[in-house]
Each structure stands twice: as structure tokens, then as C-alpha cells.
């Protein structure tokens, strides 16, 4: 690894945390953005793999200002909450902690498929799979979790419906 080359965002990956940190120090549901700029980072991946391009700096970027978010919420972080985005709870630490290790995690793949030369749509359906396992898991052995995040998702549907 080039020092040179990493130090800038390296810098601004701490700074990234640093801000993300705060803004969920100051609005608790404001974990919601850390899921919707998760999955753009993700999606981001994705296309990076169908240019060709590194991802190394997603990951960089990606796991460190994650971990940072985490480690400045974690001392409001009460498990009695549950997965409550209305207080500091678990599902702080799961989708800040958690998308730091998913980052860490398709940093590794990605970085193994391009040295095996694999296409783009290799790592786009290596990618769908592991989303379709991590929601089956989510469903089956961390419900809560799964209902205070997608289980949403339903709720939202039927104001829609309810709307029209």
C-alpha cells in the first residue's frame, strides 16, 4: 500500500466518521441514513466491479468512518432498547459496526475476484446472494432486527396505499 496515495482519504475518512458520528449523536433515527448510504456504497462496489476500477477506497473510506460512528455512539447504547431507532440501541451498533465488517468483507471479495479476473456480473450476483442469505438469516434468528429495519418497509407500503 502507497502511503502517499492513501493519506488524503485517509483523512477525510476520519473526518467522514467523525461528522457521521455527531449527526447521530443529535438524531438518534438518523440511523436510517447509515443503512441508505450503506446500500450506496454497496450499489458503488457493484459498478466499480463492471468498470474495472479498485474499490479499495471504498473500503477505506467505508470502514472507517462506519467504525468511528460506532465507536462515539456506543457509550449512549443501552440493549434494553433493543433495536429501537428511537433511543441508542443495538441496531446502532449493528448497522454502524455492521456495515464497517460488510464493507471489510466485499473489500476482500473484491479484491480476490479481480486478481482471478472474474466479470462484473460475477461480483453483482456474489453480491445479491449474500444480501438474499443475510436477509433469510436476519428473518429467522434476529427477527427483532429485521422488523425494526425492513419490517418497516411494510408499514410504509400500507400508509401508501392507505394515502391513495
Known sequence: MDWGKIKAPLVYAIFAGLFFGAYLLNWTAGVFFAAVFGIFIIIQYVIDHFRGKSTEYLGIVGII???IAMIMVLPYVHASNGFSSGYYSLL???????G???FA???LVSREMNKREFKGYHYLVFVLG???IGLIFLKIFIPEFYNATLGNWD???NL???AV
Open 65 to 67: 468512518a462506519y467504525f
Open 92 to 98: 446502532h451498533i449493528a448497522v454502524t459496526g455492521g
Open 100 to 102: 464497517a465488517v460488510v
Open 105 to 107: 468483507f466485499l473489500s
Open 130 to 132: 449474500i444480501i438474499l
Open 155 to 157: 408499514l410504509c407500503l
Open 160 to 162: 401508501t396505499q392507505v
